[in-house]
C-alpha cells in the first residue's frame, strides 16, 4: 500500500503547530508496518532544513493558474532523513519563502501547491494507493481528483481527509474558481458552502473517509464547527475519530539530547529537579517554589488570552508562592501585557516566539502544565508533558478530556470545566495543594510518565482505515 500525505507543515522541516508534529511521526511508524509505504509531500520553503539537506530534482513542468503559468519542481530529499520519502513543490513566487502562513495570496498558495502535486502525479503516472489529505490546505484535492479533466489518471484514488483544526475552513469567494483547473461546473456545490468556496467543506463532502485526531473532538463537531454542523452530521457516517501519538523517538526524557539532564521514571523527581535549577537560574526564578508552564500560541483558542489576567490574580492569591513560565508568540495585546506583568512580578518569566529546544527543556523542568483551551482538537502539549513527568492542568474539552483525566477520580492530571480566569485559578490552587504533598507528587510524576502514547496504536488505526 502506497500513501502520500499532503500537507503544509512536517517536522523538522517547517513548524507552526501540531500538524507538523503529525505528519512528521504518522509516516514514519506507518512504514514499521509491514506492506507499507508513506512518503509526506508539502511545500519548500527557504528553511535551514532544506538548505542542510540534499534534494533530486524529480519532477520540472508547468501548470496554468488562471492567466498565469507556473513553473512546478518538485524535489525529493536524498536520503530519506526522516524515515519516509520526503518531497517538497516548489513554485517561484508562491511556495518558495519562508514560512506556511501570513501571507495575503494564501488561497493562491494552496491552490497552487494543489494544482502541482496532482500535475505532478498525473503526469508522471504515479498513482497511489491513498491521498492522505491534511486539513483544510488540500482540501479541494479529493474533489479536484474526481471532476478535473487533467487529473482523469487518478481518479477513483482513495482520499482520506484529517481535520487538524475546525477553526480554519480556508474560505474564499467563487472568483479563486478561475484559478482552479477547469472542473465539471455542474459539481460545483461539492466545493461550497453559504456563497463560499469552501475546502474543509469539500474535503469532508468529497473524500472516501474524513478523521478528526481524537474522539473527543470528532463528537463537538457535531454542536461547534464554525458553521459546519450540519455536514458533519449528514456526513457521520465517514467520520472517524483517531487521537494523535507523539514520536517516542524524539520525546524521550531518557535520550533527549536538548535536555541538561536527562532521566528515567527511576529517577525523575531528583533529574527534574536538577532541570527546573538550572531553567530557574538562567530566567531568575525561584527553583523551590512550585513551577507553572505555558507553551504555545497566542490565540484565544488557546485560552492564551487568559494569561495576563491568571498570571495577576495566581501569584497574587498565593502571596507569591509560586513560578509561571511562559514560552510563547502570537497576539500583541497578550504579549505587551505579559511584558509589563514580567516587569512587575519577579514570579514570571516570558520568552517570545518559539523555540524547540527550550520548550523540551521546559517540559522536563516545570512542575505543572497549562492548558486553558477553549477548543482543543487532540492537543500534544499535555501528551509530552506527561512523558516528562509534569502534571497537566487542563480544560476539559476535546482531546484534552481523551488523554488527561482528574485525580479525583483516579487520574493523574488536574481538569476544570469552563474555560476562564477564575476556573484556571483555582486549578492552579488544587496543584499548589499537590505540591505541598511530596509524596503524591512523586506517584504523579510516575503515573504520567508511565502513560502510552506512541504512534503505533494510531498508525494501525489509520492502515485499518485505508484498507476499509
Not at 494564501?106 to 502525479?121: M, P, R, T, Y
Not at 533527549?256 to 525523575?268: E, Q, R, V, W, Y
Request: one cysteine or more.
Amino acid at each position: 500500500m502506497v500513501v502520500y500525505h499532503l500537507s503544509t507543515e512536517c517536522y523538522p522541516v517547517a513548524k507552526v503547530g501540531g500538524l507538523a508534529d503529525v505528519v512528521g511521526a504518522l509516516p514514519k511508524y506507518q512504514n514499521k508496518i509491514k506492506g507499507v509505504e508513506a512518503k509526506v509531500v508539502m511545500p519548500w520553503y527557504n528553511k535551514s532544513f532544506v538548505h542542510d539537506h540534499e534534494f533530486d530534482i524529480v519532477f520540472d513542468g508547468f501548470i496554468h493558474q488562471g492567466l498565469n503559468m507556473l513553473q512546478v519542481q518538485v524535489m525529493k530529499e536524498k536520503t530519506d532523513a526522516l524515515g519516509f520519502e520526503l518531497y517538497m513543490v516548489r513554485i517561484p513566487g508562491l511556495l518558495d519563502r519562508e514560512n506556511p502562513y501570513g501571507y495575503q495570496d494564501e488561497s493562491f498558495q494552496f491552490l497552487a501547491f494543489q494544482h502541482g502535486v496532482l500535475h505532478w502525479l498525473s503526469a508522471m503516472k504515479i498513482r497511489p494507493d491513498v491521498l492522505h489529505c491534511h486539513d483544510y490546505h488540500t482540501g479541494l484535492v479529493p474533489f479536484m481528483i474526481e471532476h478535473c479533466s487533467e487529473f482523469e489518471f487518478l481518479k477513483g484514488v482513495k482520499t482520506i481527509g484529517t481535520i487538524h483544526n475546525g477553526e480554519y475552513q480556508g474560505m474564499m469567494s467563487w472568483n479563486m474558481a478561475n484559478y482552479m483547473p477547469s472542473f465539471d461546473s455542474y459539481k460545483w456545490g461539492l466545493m461550497d458552502w453559504n456563497g463560499f468556496i469552501n475546502p474543509l467543506a469539500s474535503m469532508i463532502k468529497c473524500s472516501h473517509a474524513f478523521t478528526t485526531v481524537s474522539e473527543g473532538y470528532l463528537e463537538e463537531l457535531f454542536i461547534s464547527f464554525r458553521g459546519l454542523e450540519s455536514l458533519v452530521r449528514q456526513e457521520f457516517g465517514k467520520a472517524y475519530g483517531i487521537i494523535n501519538g507523539i514520536d517516542a523517538e524524539v520525546w524521550n526524557p531518557e535520550t533527549d539530547p536538548m535536555l541538561d539532564f536527562n532521566f528515567t521514571i527511576k529517577n525523575a523527581v531528583a533529574q527534574k529537579k536538577k532541570n527546573k535549577e538550572k531553567l530557574c537560574k538562567e530566567y531568575g526564578l525561584k527553583p523551590e517554589l512550585p513551577l507553572f508552564a505555558f507553551i504555545g500560541r497566542f490565540a484565544t483558542e488557546k485560552g492564551a488570552d487568559f494569561l495576563p489576567d491568571v498570571v495577576w490574580k495566581s501569584i497574587k492569591q498565593s502571596y507569591g508562592a509560586l513560578n509561571i513560565m511562559i514560552l510563547g508568540s502570537g497576539n500583541s495585546y497578550i504579549e505587551n501585557k505579559l511584558k509589563e506583568y514580567e516587569y512587575t512580578y519577579s514570579n514570571l518569566a516570558l520568552d517570545l516566539g518559539y523555540k524547540e529546544h527550550l520548550s523540551h527543556k521546559i517540559y522536563a523542568s516545570a512542575d505543572f502544565l497549562l492548558m486553558p483551551s477553549r477548543v482543543e482538537p487532540c492537543g500534544l502539549n499535555q501528551m509530552y508533558s506527561m512523558k516528562y513527568g509534569t502534571v497537566p492542568v487542563v480544560r476539559y474539552t476535546g482531546g484534552l478530556r481523551d488523554t488527561v483525566e482528574d485525580i479525583s477520580t483516579g487520574g493523574a492530571g488536574i481538569n476544570f470545566t469552563y474555560p476562564g480566569v477564575d476556573d484556571i485559578v483555582h486549578a492552579m490552587n488544587r496543584a499548589l495543594g499537590i505540591y505541598n504533598q511530596k509524596g503524591m507528587m512523586k506517584d504523579l510524576i510516575h503515573a504520567n510518565m508511565s502513560f502510552d502514547f506512541a504512534w503505533e496504536k494510531s498508525a494501525e488505526k489509520y492502515i485499518a482505515l485505508y484498507n476499509n
